[in-house]
């Protein structure tokens, strides 16, 4: 038996539960083709968290990675019509236009207490330590400030690829654009978090920022290194998507059509980036140069240098192991090259090192059995 107290608690909560699940229980509106139901569904299980951030990329998928970043002709004809104005995305003429913002960020990786948990606090949820980000406000003559502007930790939940026009509706294959959305946590650490950690890689990005209503559109030219990338995004305002879906008779229902905004939005800028055929002989150039820069580089760190002299060495598999591992190396420092060409820039590395082995003085032979070792490219 129950105290009156207690039932009257009782009785409210399943008051309130049937009242959630009436709601809930509404007809839903129904899917539409282009419609993006994965999106809707994730925004509805995560959008209560503060932390959460929603942001859709343009770009190239190859096989089972995304490349973020359009061509610089591509880049410089959205900003070009986007300084002008859209009111189809929220952008009357006329409107305030921002000035670019400069800043340096830089990667730190984290020791993890208990290396043998694995760690949400990377992207995507791998085992490797978990990164901060420390971003810096740059000076008028482009110096990092000495104190951070927010340091923060990123975990990457889902992404969500979204399928081109087909028919008469889809793009020349010379200038296709592909779509992507993501759902990730940012989370706001202490600056003195990185402290002592050792640090991945640092970047420079210049971005301009369009402010519209439901969202905000960037438009941001990333340097790392050698290697440039010309990303656009378009992130949703979570300050005003929240109110919006707990203030809705049907979440499900508002979720859709917030969906189907971002992903409109998306199209239409993915659209004008198309009317820009990507030159495929400039990009090939382009694509052989930085592979071929970080080739060199990459050959001449000894971390590097060593793993591949100790993959080359052990036996029938070695080839394939050796050309695995330097492949993501490459990856790394080159995501917005092909994926594709960086597997034959590889393959060729491999088969050189193999070729000169083979064909190499006894002396040579020797050295590679007795330290497990390649010659430095």
Request: aromatic share 4%.
């Amino acid at each position: 038996f129950l105290d009156q107290k207690l039932f009257e608690q009782l009785a409210a909560w399943l008051t309130r539960g049937a009242i959630v699940s009436r709601s809930s229980s509404k007809a839903m509106l129904s899917l539409e083709p282009g419609d993006a139901p994965s999106v809707r569904d994730l925004l509805l299980e995560h959008f209560r968290n503060p932390a959460l951030e929603v942001e859709g990329k343009l770009g190239r998928r190859a096989k089972d990675k995304f490349n973020a970043g359009v061509s610089a002709e591509q880049f410089a004809a959205l900003e070009a019509r986007l300084r002008k104005g859209s009111p189809c995305l929220g952008l009357p003429p006329g409107s305030h236009l921002q000035e670019p913002e400069v800043t340096i960020d830089r990667f730190f990786a984290l020791e993890v207490a208990d290396a043998g948990t694995k760690c949400s606090g990377r992207a995507r949820g791998c085992e490797r330590a978990p990164t901060v980000r420390s971003s810096f406000a740059c000076d008028d003559s482009g110096c990092p400030l000495d104190e951070p502007i927010e340091v923060l930790n990123k975990t990457r939940l889902s992404d969500c690829h979204i399928g081109r026009p087909s028919g008469d509706a889809a793009p020349p294959p010379d200038c296709l654009v592909d779509l992507r959305v993501s759902f990730s946590l940012e989370t706001v650490v202490p600056q003195d978090i990185a402290a002592g950690a050792a640090l991945i890689y640092e970047r420079r990005k210049r971005r301009r920022t369009f402010e519209a209503k439901l969202w905000r559109i960037q438009l941001t030219h990333v340097t790392v290194g050698q290697r440039e990338a010309f990303e656009v995004e378009v992130e949703l305002r979570m300050e005003i998507v929240r109110p919006r879906l707990e203030a809705a008779a049907s979440q499900a229902d508002e979720a859709l059509r917030i969906t189907r905004e971002l992903v409109a939005a998306l199209r239409k800028l993915a659209g004008w980036a198309a009317e820009i055929p990507l030159a495929r002989k400039r990009k090939r150039t382009e694509d052989f140069q930085a592979v071929d820069l970080a080739l060199r580089a990459a050959l001449e760190e000894p971390e590097v240098d060593a793993e591949l002299r100790r993959c080359i060495c052990e036996g029938k598999e070695a080839p394939h192991r050796a050309k695995h591992y330097l492949c993501g190396i490459l990856r790394v420092r080159l995501s917005s090259v092909d994926e594709a060409a960086l597997h034959r820039f590889a393959g060729r590395q491999v088969a050189r090192v193999l070729q000169r082995q083979r064909s190499g003085t006894v002396g040579e032979a020797n050295k590679l059995k007795g330290e497990g070792m390649i010659p430095a490219q």
